[in-house]
């Protein structure tokens, strides 16, 4: 069963960065695809960034694209983000997402509230 913990939210002001992670746990994280989401106030929820099971393809929305970096570690098993130059707009929930790429089985975190705020 899939079980995905995020942390590394919180406050941080315009310009700042901030690290956001999703620890995986119950399943063979090394061949799922690994996509963080985000919900804006009032929104629905929308793909930031995709990196696929061994790293070869990685996709970004346009509006987070040259300021955020996904990255993996297999062995721990790890998910990251890695946000720079964060705007108000960045302001959301930001949750951790995994799906096999054949079988279609996944499962969600229960997400980590980034908020960007002077």
């Known amino acids: 069963q899939v079980h995905l913990v995020e942390s590394g939210g919180g406050v941080v002001q315009p310009g700042g960065s901030l690290r956001l992670s999703c620890s995986g746990s119950g399943f063979n994280f090394a061949v799922y695809d690994m996509t963080w989401y985000r919900q804006l106030p009032g929104r629905e929820r929308e793909m930031v960034a995709l990196l696929t099971q061994r790293g070869a393809i990685d996709e970004y929305s346009d509006s987070v694209k040259g300021r955020f970096t996904i990255s993996r570690d297999n062995s721990k098993p790890m998910l990251y983000l890695h946000m720079n130059n964060l705007k108000p707009e960045d302001t959301a929930v930001y949750y951790c997402?995994?799906?096999?790429?054949?079988?279609?089985?996944?499962?969600w975190g229960q997400g980590t509230q980034v908020t960007v705020s002077s």
């Open positions: 997402h995994a799906e096999h790429p054949q079988l279609g089985l996944g499962g």
